[in-house]
């Protein structure tokens, strides 16, 4: 059995959250979810997923400052992160990849465009991990988390 790709989902939006954390559960990802940087740096250091989605914008620990810490982390400076942002304008770009961030993703951004994206990102190899991709259940918690 193929393991299913895991992602971390940043924003302290909820409905921009949500929705892009359904989908992706939808499209077959693990998926949890992260309403700040202080949390996604928690979650990424404990669960290690193989992606990060993280909003730059949000109060307290912010996603340059939690990429930052992520990127500077053995156990977690090999996960990609790709930063979400409704600035992409060049300096947030710029902001952004000097932060550690993998790729900019600008949005509102076309969900299934998105996932496609992640799944290319997560290739191995000649091994593509969308053989992994199917329906997934879903869960609710306080974390968060959805597979």
């Known amino acids: 059995m ?5 992602v971390l989902v940043v924003d302290d939006f909820i409905d921009g959250r949500e929705m892009v954390a359904e989908y992706l559960a939808f499209r ?7 309403r700040d940087g ?8 404990k669960l290690k997923p193989e ?17 930052r810490r992520l990127k500077k982390d053995p156990q977690t400076r090999h996960i990609p992160v790709v930063a979400l942002t409704a600035h992409a304008l060049t300096p947030e770009i710029t902001a ?7 790729a900019v993703v600008a949005k509102p951004c076309d969900i299934r465009v998105l996932a496609d994206s992640l799944i290319k990102m997560l290739k191995v190899g000649a091994r593509v991990v969308e053989a ?5 259940r879903h869960t609710r918690s306080t974390r ?3 597979s």
């Open 144 to 146: 968060r988390t959805r």
């Open 96 to 102: 952004a990849r000097k932060a550690g961030c993998d």
């Open 51 to 67: 992606i990060v989605l993280m909003d730059l914008r949000m109060p307290g620990i912010d996603g340059w400052e939690a990429t």
């Open 132 to 136: 992994a991709l199917a329906p997934a």
């Open 28 to 34: 077959g990802f693990v998926v949890t979810e992260a």
């Open 38 to 45: 202080d949390e996604a740096i928690e979650l990424a250091r």
């Open 2 to 6: 193929v393991k299913k790709p895991s």
